[in-house]
């Protein structure tokens, strides 16, 4: 199905429709054939024709979800991923037309678009959730337009589900991430990321940290390279081992008593500090 070439090329609705209503609607004789002919010979053509042919009911579907601040034709190119996939799957033997199996399609691909455009958290996952997500509003103003409340109570009982999940749905329905890439006024573009202060270091002070760092290291190495073997052994054991080896451990290596090894140890540091010392001065 990827070989197939859908016709949105513009970014209007109005020149999408002028291109999908050029494509002929099937008869119910036509559509058989063409299933027939893709699912057993793998015809492309035709699996691209039966696409074509239904395309302008994808835009009807996708006006059911105008109301979750996306762009309808990011909904439409969705929609047209779940009647591929309908295509694909559709088994004409069956005796339904291929819109009435790919509107099943064509919704879980649109919902799942909004649901993961909602929000860096997700929203929920269960059916349940799901379910919830795109009934609230739904719900909510049918009940108004009625009885002219919108009351958790009657809400949950509508949708038979407890009131502190709609609740908590609601919260998050009403939390949408913010973009900072959204223009604060528009065609001057000023976004809400100009005004967030940028509190890293900035490239001199990187620099300067840089290359205290490498002067630190070469310090260092020029005052372990004047301690003996035995000494530089003990301190790399004991100083930058991670985690550091006991006094007991070092002795039993070198056969000789715990104190041994610590007045060994004394003497290095006292050597080291004195090359850093002269180093710095």
Same mark, same amino acid.
């Given at each position: ?47 691209? @024709? ?5 395309? %302008? ?48 399609? &064509?919704?879980?691909?649109? *919902? ?27 719900? %909510? ?61 900035? *490239? ?9 760092? @490498? ?21 790399? #054991? ?22 041994? &090894?610590? #007045?060994?140890? #004394?003497?290095?540091? %006292? ?11």
């Amino acid at each position: 199905m990827s070989a197939l070439n859908l016709p949105i090329t513009t970014d209007t609705l109005e020149h999408y429709m002028v291109q999908v209503n050029r494509f002929d609607l099937l008869s119910t004789e036509e559509e058989h054939d063409l299933a027939v002919r893709h699912i057993q010979d793998g015809n492309m053509d035709a699996a691209h @024709r039966l696409v074509c042919a239904n395309l %302008r009911f994808v835009v009807k579907v996708a006006n059911e979800y105008r109301g979750y601040g996306l762009r309808l034709l990011d909904l439409v190119q969705e929609g047209n991923v779940g009647l591929m996939m309908a295509v694909k799957k559709f088994d004409p033997s069956r005796g339904t037309r291929l819109i009435t199996y790919a509107v099943w399609w &064509i919704r879980a691909y649109i *919902q799942n678009y909004i649901m993961r455009s909602w929000s860096l958290v997700k929203i929920g996952t269960t059916q349940m959730q799901k379910k919830l997500f795109f009934k609230l509003a739904q719900t %909510r103003n049918a009940l108004f337009n009625q009885t002219g409340s919108e009351d958790v109570e009657d809400i949950a009982r509508e949708l038979d589900v407890n009131q502190e999940i709609v609740v908590e749905m609601s919260q998050r329905m009403g939390r949408r991430d913010a973009s900072l890439d959204v223009e604060l006024t528009e065609g001057e573009g000023y976004t809400l990321l100009h005004t967030l202060p940028d509190k890293a270091d900035n *490239q001199e002070t990187l620099l300067l940290a840089d290359e205290e760092r @490498r002067l630190n290291v070469e310090k260092t190495e020029a005052a372990l390279s004047i301690l003996n073997p035995r000494e530089l052994n003990i301190i790399k #054991q004991r100083i930058l081992a991670d985690p550091p080896s006991t006094l007991q451990d070092i002795a039993e290596q070198y056969g000789v008593s715990r104190e041994r &090894i610590r #007045q060994i140890e #004394q003497n290095a540091l %006292r050597k080291l500090r004195k090359a850093m010392t002269a180093e710095s001065s």
